[in-house]
T-cell receptor
Framework: NAGVTQTPKFQVLKTGQSMTLQCAQD?????MSWYRQDPGMGLRLIHYSVGAGITDQGEVPNGYNVSRSTTEDFPLRLLSAAPSQTSVYFC??????????????FGPGTRLTVT | QQQVKQSPQSLIVQKGGISIINCAYENTAFDYFPWYQQFPGKGPALLIA?????SEKKEGRFTISFNKSAKQFSLHIMDSQPGDSATYFC?????????????FGTGTRLLVSP
């Protein structure tokens, strides 16, 4: 199993450009999430999905869109990039917790710089 | 109510020493407390986790201590090794059916000196 994969690994955008960060998982997990990681702020939830066709907002959703057409893929779209979106983005997946304990699997991250 | 406060921000420990990282939470509905370990250039990975029905959980050199009344939990790394040098995140969520959002602390960068 490849686990959670993300592409690209690095990206530089100009302000106003749009792009899609790709995320895929091969573990047949129901839940997928996008986080951003900024220095001194930990990981913050952007959007999440509980299954194909079902998405919802997290803590910091503004400026981002998601869709989930398949169980495996969960792309994150930046509509009009802003310098404030410079960050490291992590995709994660897991299955529903059966006993209240769960392991969330993270991808290797995409480092995005917006100039 | 959703915050998880983590300290210290950074920590330097000599090889063989004990590393201690502390977290405090506000939301009494939280009942699942994992710790994640992240190496440079990698995604976080689950290290160890605890539910509030126990006060301590140990896995190898890693121990979580949990104090429900104080709403605090901590990670202890015994016999710290240079390979433990990483960033550690505490987190908390509710253990309920459905998607429960994981709230992360701000991270602790641990350096274990040889």
């Amino acid at each position: 199993n490849a686990g959670v994969t993300q592409t690209p690994k690095f990206q530089v955008l100009k302000t106003g450009q749009s792009m899609t960060l790709q995320c895929a998982q091969d573990m047949n997990h129901e839940y997928m999430s996008w986080y951003r990681q900024d220095p001194g702020m930990g990981l913050r939830l952007i959007h999440y999905s509980v299954g194909a066709g079902i998405t919802d907002q997290g803590e910091v959703p503004n400026g981002y869109n998601v869709s989930r057409s398949t169980t495996e893929d969960f792309p994150l779209r930046l509509l009009s990039a802003a310098p404030s979106q410079t960050s490291v983005y992590f995709c994660a997946s897991r299955n529903p917790a059966r006993t209240g304990v769960y392991e969330q699997y993270f991808g290797p991250g995409t480092r995005l710089t917006v100039t | 109510q959703q915050q998880v406060k983590q300290s210290p921000q950074s920590l330097i420990v000599q090889k063989g020493g004990i590393s201690i990282i502390n977290c405090a939470y506000e939301n009494t509905a939280f009942d699942y407390f994992p710790w994640y370990q992240q190496f440079p250039g990698k995604g976080p990975a689950l290290l160890i986790a605890i539910r509030p029905d126990v006060s301590e959980k140990k896995e190898g050199r890693f121990t979580i201590s949990f104090n429900k009344s104080a709403k605090q939990f901590s990670l202890h790394i015994m016999d710290s090794q240079p390979g433990d040098s990483a960033t550690y995140f505490c987190a908390a969520s509710k253990a309920r059916p459905g998607f429960q959002k994981l709230v992360f602390g701000t991270g602790t960068r641990l350096l274990v000196s040889p």
